[in-house]
């Protein structure tokens, strides 16, 4: 994969497939802004990057708040003269796993918040900056729960459609300006959110694995590999896609 000095942010880098995402950019030789609500996170992730021969920085950003995401953007393109990759991964569950007349306005608000309105933010400024250099590459971190009902999940349901949806429209948008944007929909992978749900119950690990053909949860690292490969070039002609990655459990 040709990632050379390419210019990356990514939101949410402090921890699971966002960190993994950083740390595998670097790997191939892209400068690398790892960012995320949780400074000091995103800093281990930057400093793991520099001493394994990468170049990382971090930033704490918080998706939902625009100014915050505007100065990410305004920074980066300040120190390093482009944004030529940005991959909008920051994400949250619900708090209470509840049928939709039980769901709370808290869980609603706060989810919808990050995993929407954050990637619209992102996708927004990024956009005008890849506008403005003459092109650039996207990759949206949606879900297989964008793809395929859920239970028990309505905002991140929601929220993981709409980024599929914006993927695509946004995609349909840009494709004459040189600008790809693609998602993935990863289906249960080790990470801190994984761990969230598997908190529920003892046998909820158990359970999950029955609908996987794969008979195991994917890791980080396997869906680091799908995203960089689709900002990179060798993807270069596919836009407006999402890459399911989900050990089979969408069949
Ligand atoms: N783990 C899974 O099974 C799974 C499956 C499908 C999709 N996803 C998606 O993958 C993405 C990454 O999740 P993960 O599993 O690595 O979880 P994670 O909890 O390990 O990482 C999420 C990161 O996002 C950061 N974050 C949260 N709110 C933020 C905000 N407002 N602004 C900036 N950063 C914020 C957190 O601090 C954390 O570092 C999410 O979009 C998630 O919905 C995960």
Request: proline fraction near 1%; hydrophobic fraction near 40%.
């Amino acid at each position: 994969m040709n990632l050379e000095n390419k210019i990356v942010i990514i939101t949410g880098a402090g921890s699971g497939i966002g960190a993994a995402t950083a740390k595998l950019f670097g790997h191939h030789g892209a400068k690398v802004i790892a960012s995320d609500i949780n400074l000091k996170n995103a800093q281990n992730t930057a400093d793991a990057i520099n001493a394994s021969g990468g170049k990382a920085s971090a930033i704490k950003t918080d998706v939902t708040q625009f100014e915050e995401v505007e100065s990410l953007i305004a920074n980066t393109v300040k120190e390093y003269g482009r944004l030529d990759v940005m991959v909008n991964n920051a994400g949250i569950g619900g708090k209470h796993q509840l049928k939709t007349a039980d769901h709370t306005h808290d869980d609603w608000h706060n989810v919808i918040a990050v995993n929407q309105t954050g990637v619209f933010y992102c996708m927004k400024v990024a956009i005008k900056q890849m506008l403005v250099q003459g092109g650039g590459s996207m990759v949206n971190v949606a879900s297989l729960a964008g793809l395929k009902a859920s239970g028990n999940n309505l905002s991140y349901s929601a929220s993981k459609f709409a980024v599929v949806g914006m993927t695509k429209s946004a995609a349909l948008e840009y494709g004459r300006k040189n600008i790809r944007i693609n998602a993935v929909c990863p289906g249960f992978t080790h990470s801190a959110l994984l761990d969230q749900l598997l908190s529920v119950s003892p046998d909820m690990a158990n359970k999950l694995k029955r609908f996987i053909p794969m008979g195991r949860f994917g890791e980080a690292d396997e869906i680091a590999e799908a995203i960089c490969w689709l900002a990179s070039e060798n993807s270069k002609f596919i836009t407006g896609q999402t890459l399911t990655l989900d050990g089979g459990t969408s069949l």
